[in-house]
């Protein structure tokens, strides 16, 4: 049976943060999404599946003063601890899958760029919706980046499940409200090009 958990482990043990497919030297775009959906620096913010990410350095460095970083992979998270130092002090460490991830209480905004184009069974997405509707505050905000319908069918070894604006709304339309979404080609540290789309929600 696939255990995700070790699947992501292995990952952050084998291959440097720089290694993998997904790696942004600047997140440029989910930070500039975050800072036009969440303007105040003491918005609860959470970055669900964030791996070892730069953008909780740049949330930081921006002066959010409440920010959590979720993932599954507890080495992936010291990794971002150990590049952070002292800084790291200022941020949140939750290592959960988001799947079963039960929140102790609520944020205004929550991130994920490429974590949810992984639930590949219903079930796992519905939990997941779940666990973002109870999570983000009314009035509050989802930002979801995942591949495009034109973007890669597989990523990490594993099959992903590939979204438009279509596909989002029937995911989340219960408890969402539509706001925007934008595209992006990301290019990998190898120089391939991966097509995204970066969906924006307000939990109603």
Not at 23 to 31: A, D, F, G
Not at 56 to 68: A, H, I, K, P, Y
Not at 170 to 177: A, I, M, N, P, R
Request: with cysteine; charged share 30%.
């Amino acid at each position: 049976m696939f255990d995700p958990k070790s699947h992501w482990e292995n990952i952050y043990r084998e291959k440097k943060p720089t290694e993998v497919s997904w790696y942004q030297k600047n997140p440029e775009r989910s930070l500039k999404l975050i800072l036009e959906n969440s303007p105040y620096k003491d918005a609860r913010v959470i970055d669900v599946g964030a791996g070892a990410s730069l953008l909780v350095d740049r949330l930081l460095e921006q002066g959010f003063t409440n920010v959590s970083v979720l993932d599954i992979s507890g080495k992936a998270l010291e990794l971002s601890k150990q590049r952070l130092g002292p800084q790291a002090g200022r941020a949140n460490w939750i290592v959960e899958n988001v799947t079963s991830f039960s929140p102790q209480g609520k944020y205004d905004l929550w991130h994920d760029r490429a974590v949810f184009h992984f639930l590949t069974e219903k079930a796992d997405r519905d939990k997941y919706v779940a666990c973002a509707s109870q999570a983000i505050t009314n009035g509050g905000y989802l930002i979801l980046a995942a591949f495009a319908k034109d973007g890669p069918n597989m990523c990490s070894n594993l099959n992903v499940r590939q979204y438009d604006a279509e596909l989002v709304r029937e995911e989340f339309g219960t408890d969402f409200e539509w706001v925007k979404e934008e595209e992006e080609t990301h290019q990998t540290p190898w120089g391939k090009d991966q097509k995204f789309r970066h969906f924006v929600l307000r939990k109603k």
